[in-house]
Nanobody, 115 residues
Framework: QVQLVESGGDLVQAGGSLRLSCAAS????????MAWFRQAPGRQRESVAAITDSGPTDYADSVKARFTISRENGKNTVYLQMNSLKPEDTAVYYCNARIFGVNFWGQGTQVTVSS
């Protein structure tokens, strides 16, 4: 069974940084695309960043130049380095892996940015 486990969420002041981690287990091959989504209270879940197993990345306009997604070579582990955090970045952040057309999600990790 595929499981995604996130960590790294915390309370941080505006302008600060956090690094989120997500490790996938229960799968023996490289997941082609892993991604981070976030959901703020009262809002729909939105895509933040995505990365393929060959390296190309994609970012939401709201986080470009502030967030960096990366993954360990040969491992289904993905990171999200978040710099210059803003109060509007406050949300539950979810790790996502799409395998054979099925979306798998982690339990989420809370990021709170105080002004």
């Amino acid at each position: 069974q595929v499981q995604l486990v996130e960590s790294g969420g915390d309370l941080v002041q505006a302008g600060g940084s956090l690094r989120l981690s997500c490790a996938a287990s229960g799968i023996k091959f490289a997941i082609k695309t892993m991604a981070w989504f976030r959901q703020a209270p009262g809002r729909q879940r939105e895509s933040v960043a995505a990365i393929t197993d060959s390296g190309p990345t994609d970012y939401a306009d709201s986080v470009k130049a502030r967030f960096t997604i990366s993954r360990e070579n040969g491992k289904n582990t993905v990171y999200l380095q978040m710099n210059s955090l803003k109060p509007e970045d406050t949300a539950v952040y979810y790790c996502n892996a799409r395998i054979f057309g099925v979306n798998f999600w982690g339990q989420g990790t809370q990021v709170t940015v105080s002004s």
